[in-house]
């Protein structure tokens, strides 16, 4: 069987400043893929996009950093209008550590809106695109995560717009895969970022039955499987170190 590669495909990251989307980049990119990096720091986006050239030279007609805040529809649209995508990574996403009660509407309104009305607008924009190629071998793959199925106190909104991402993942899979574009979710538990650093992690840590935390290394092996593996078609990945079975 013929190893599917990466090279001469291009694969967009949303997220691509955090720490699971950097290193995404960083290991499509090293297996060969045009990476379009997305997010809202310019200037962060273009140091990374210089760090993946060969021995840290700048490659700026394979990668591109691309910066627009993905709540905002017309992002998206203009996104489409200059890249070709055949792969396309939601992993832009922020945490919630609030009581339902005391969450403003403000903040339930952008919580919803970053982890999931952004992934909606990121699918329809780019499927779209996809299925107008008519290029079989399309692949999305969002990020969603371990909160959308297990409780954790002052979470209420992040798990509801995850949990949509998983259900949203399912009814694409369908409607996508019928013109060859796979989509696949990946549910990470708890993984050493940014987003992590405050949690008590000596206490989490005891009821993963690895005993650790996962690494963004982790989620992008992942990530890669799931933009190789033919086949891989509503393949919600769950990867927490056992944590899902506790
Ligand atoms: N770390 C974990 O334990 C864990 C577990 C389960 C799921 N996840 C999910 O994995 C994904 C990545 O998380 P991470 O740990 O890498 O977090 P992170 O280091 O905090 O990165 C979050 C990324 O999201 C981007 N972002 C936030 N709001 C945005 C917006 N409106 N438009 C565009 N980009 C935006 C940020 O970019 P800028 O701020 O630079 O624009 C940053 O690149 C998230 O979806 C998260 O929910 C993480």
Redesign the pocket.
């Known amino acids: 069987m013929q190893v599917p590669t990466l090279s001469g495909r291009t694969a967009v990251i ?9 290193t995404i980049a960083r290991q499509f990119a090293r297996q060969g893929a045009s990476v379009v990096l ?4 310019q200037v ?2 273009e140091r990374i996009v210089k760090e993946l050239g060969p021995r840290g030279r700048p490659e700026p007609k394979t990668h591109a950093a691309v910066c ?4 905002e529809a017309n992002g998206w649209k203009s996104l489409v209008e200059n890249t070709q995508i055949d792969i396309l990574i ?6 919630q550590q609030s009581l339902l009660l005391r969450t403003s509407e403000e903040s339930i309104q952008h919580l919803l809106d ?2 999931l009305r ?1 992934v909606v607008w990121g699918c329809k924009t780019v499927g779209k695109q996809m299925v107008a190629r008519r290029r079989k071998g399309g692949c999305i793959i969002n ?5 959308a199925y297990r409780a954790v106190i002052g979470t209420s909104i ?1 798990a509801a717009a ?1 949990a949509g991402q998983i259900g949203l993942t399912t009814a694409l899979s369908q409607e996508f895969g019928r013109h060859g574009i796979r989509v696949n979710a990946i ?10 650093k405050d949690l008590d992690k000596k206490e989490l840590i005891k009821r993963i039955p690895l005993g650790r ?2 690494t ?1 290394g982790e ?1 992008a092996h992942a990530a890669l499987f799931l933009a190789k593996n033919n086949y891989a078609n509503n393949c919600i990945l769950h990867l927490d170190g056992g944590l899902s079975a506790v």
């Open positions: 949303t997220g691509a400043t955090g720490g699971i989307g950097q997305v997010g809202r720091n962060k986006l627009f805040d993905v709540c939601n992993c832009a996403g922020e945490t970053l982890n952004s990020i969603s995560s371990l909160l992040y995850k549910v990470p538990g708890y993984i050493d970022t940014a987003m992590t935390f996962g963004p989620v």
